[in-house]
């Protein structure tokens, strides 16, 4: 009878850290930021390296402004900007210098956002590249 509570024991123990493990990786990928989602998305125009800044635009803009032409927001970053690229439901840590012209992104700013300038200026807390 002992040797029957010892293995019920067992087996609870064991759903127990199986029901922790998927509980911990559930959460761990509701709290990624490759899958979820902001309102701030754009497509990179250029990089700039010396500034730490990356201006977007957005692909179905129907008119261009005549002086800033097609950019529509200016991300700022710095040393505490998380940046991603998105590989399905995870993300790979990468730098502002493996960005690239033509990759679609999403941005999570750091604070609040002033949307009443033209290209909207935003610090960037994350990025990840989506495509």
């Known amino acids: 009878m002992t040797k029957l509570w ?5 087996i609870a123990a064991l759903l127990l850290g199986v029901s922790i493990i998927h509980l911990c990786v559930q959460t761990t990928q ?7 989602h902001t309102q701030y ?10 500034h730490n800044t990356v201006s977007l635009y957005d692909p179905q803009q129907k008119t261009v402004d005549p002086v800033m032409g097609r950019v529509n927001m ?5 040393a505490t ?3 991603y690229i998105a ?4 993300c790979q840590s990468v730098s502002l210098k493996d960005l690239k ?5 999403e941005v999570w700013p750091q604070g609040q956002t002033i949307v009443q300038m033209f290209p909207l ?3 960037a807390a994350t990025i990840v590249v989506t495509s």
């Open 87 to 90: 590989h399905g439901n995870t």
């Open 30 to 36: 509701a709290d990624s930021p490759c899958v979820q």
């Open 121 to 123: 200026p935003l610090r």
């Open 101 to 105: 012209p033509g990759q679609k992104l």
């Open 81 to 83: 900007t998380h940046i």
């Open 6 to 10: 010892g293995s019920v024991a067992l």
């Open 74 to 78: 200016v991300v700022h970053t710095n």
């Open 41 to 50: 998305t754009g497509t990179i125009d250029n990089i700039d390296g010396v």
